[in-house]
């Protein structure tokens, strides 16, 4: 059996990063990284955005070039399949029946996109975006496809549709909730997309309850609501959450649930065992320490730097990285720095009508989190508010006379 100091089961963005971590870390062991995908890892951000809008080739989202992993000494196995682990033996078993030894084993499996729980969910035409794979099939079939339903008004969804828009697709976003981004953001943001997404001619319909997908011929030919209404539709995209892929860890009796639970060293509840991104169920200080997966390059980075800095027997400070994410619709960038999860206010600065603007949010009279709309300063600026927990005045938050990296003098 071929054995590996170190297995790293992902090829995706956590994945990759603690494999180039080892190495700029000067790491010397054997290292094998495993992907049930064709490519080498790959940013996943650009393809509801700029890869599906097709302004962005495939090899420019390669995280490295094709010959960095080889030159490395890092073992590429692509398409291989982790499906069980036994860590007594400290080994995994592969899909197609082999297995392989492992000194630490790297559990970095991301998860996969929720299906619709209703009949027709499997029908062609009813696309996820999570893969490449997933994006050039719904960029093969663009031609042929007069409308589109986007199910879910998350920022994948929010996204998807910016773009189909913008090849010119007539959309129809379907959210289930009385706002867009409901569980990620404020309310004025998500009333700010709303009007943007109108305003681009998304038809977008807040409270809409799917019944079921209706097809012809095996292919989807509409999307069925719950007071009886189809709208049709060639093709349908799907962005309601993904699932985390942990089911072969979980089974090998790793603590978890919704994701495998590790501690603030990224160590799962099996000796030798960590886990890293997506899939990754941590307590995290931003959320006031509840236990919470995120899903971020931010966190995949930062997570794959704790867990690769301890396999190289470095000592590395517990993972208390400041989230920050971003979302590219039409021409606006917003930015995001810590969680809103359990706000209580949200204070609006600057002018949404102008187009750009950001929203701070406070848990308890203390900054938790921004919303940055084409406004970089505040994103750049408040990001110390957050790490810092600043108690500001909502009044002076909202004076844009008052730059953010002035408010610590501020605060009470
Ligand atoms: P993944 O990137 O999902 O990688 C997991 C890999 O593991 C996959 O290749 C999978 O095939 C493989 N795998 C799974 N199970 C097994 C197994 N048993 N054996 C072998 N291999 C396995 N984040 C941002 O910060 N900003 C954004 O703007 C943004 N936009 C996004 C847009 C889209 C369309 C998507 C899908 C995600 C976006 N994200 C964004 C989220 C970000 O891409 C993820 O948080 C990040 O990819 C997580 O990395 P990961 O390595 O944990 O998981």
């Known amino acids: 059996m071929q054995r590996y100091d170190v297995v790293i089961v992902g090829g995706g963005h956590a994945g990759g990063q603690a494999a180039i971590a080892l190495r700029q870390g000067g790491y010397a062991g054997s290292i094998a990284l495993l992907s049930a995908e064709p490519e080498a890892p790959y940013e996943r951000p650009p393809l509801s955005k700029d ?45 197609d029946g ?12 991301g998860g996969t996109p929720r299906r619709l729980p209703c009949a027709g969910h499997d029908l062609q035409g009813v696309h996820t975006v999570r893969t490449r794979a997933d994006v050039d099939r719904m960029i093969a079939e663009l031609p042929d496809v007069e409308r589109v339903v986007v199910i879910g008004g998350g920022y994948i969804g929010l996204e998807a549709a910016a773009v189909l828009t913008k090849l010119g697709k007539p959309v ?26 109108r305003a681009h001619g998304v038809d977008l319909r807040l409270g809409a309850r799917v019944d079921c997908l209706e097809g012809e011929g095996g292919r989807v030919t509409g999307v069925r ?10 093709m349908v995209i799907v962005g309601i959450g993904i699932e985390p892929s942990v089911a072969p860890l979980l089974a090998a009796g790793a603590e978890g649930g919704n994701g495998v639970a590790v501690d603030g060293l990224c160590r799962t509840s099996l000796a030798d065992v960590f886990a890293i991104g997506d899939c990754a169920l941590h307590a995290n200080r931003y959320a006031d320490g509840a236990a919470i997966r995120l ?12 867990a690769a800095a301890q396999i190289r ?21 917003l930015q995001t720095v810590g969680l809103s999860i359990g706000h209580d206010e949200a204070v609006v600065r600057g002018d949404p009508g102008a187009r750009s603007f950001s929203v701070i949010y406070l848990r308890q009279g203390r900054v938790a989190a921004l919303d940055c709309v084409n406004a970089v300063k505040d994103y750049v600026q408040g990001r110390k ?10 009044a002076d938050l909202a004076d844009t006379a008052i730059p953010l990296k002035e408010m610590g003098a501020l605060a009470l």
Do not use: M
């Not at 379907?174 to 943007?196: H, I, T």
């Not at 027997?313 to 960038?333: C, E, I, R, T």
């Not at 957050?386 to 005045?393: E, F, P």
């Open 51 to 95: 890869y599906l809008a097709g302004d962005k080739t495939f090899d420019r989202l390669l995280l490295r070039a094709e010959a960095f992993w080889s030159e490395r000494e890092i073992a590429l196995l692509l398409e291989r399949t982790v499906v069980a682990v036994d860590p007594e033996a400290h080994t995994v078993t592969l899909a």
């Open 98 to 109: 082999e297995a392989l030894a492992y000194g630490k084993l790297v559990w970095a499996a």
């Open 172 to 197: 129809v976003l379907l959210e289930a909730l009385d706002r867009v981004l409901a569980r990620v953001a404020g309310e004025p943001l998500s009333r700010f997309y709303e009007a943007e997404h």
């Open 225 to 234: 609501l719950a007071g009886g209404e189809v709208v049709a539709a060639q």
């Open 295 to 306: 899903e971020s390059v931010q966190n995949a980075n930062d997570q794959a730097s704790v």
């Open 313 to 333: 027997g470095a000592s590395p400070a517990p993972y208390d990285a400041v989230p920050w994410f971003w979302s590219n619709q039409y021409d606006l960038k």
């Open 385 to 394: 508010l957050v790490v810092d927990g600043a108690r500001i005045a909502p």
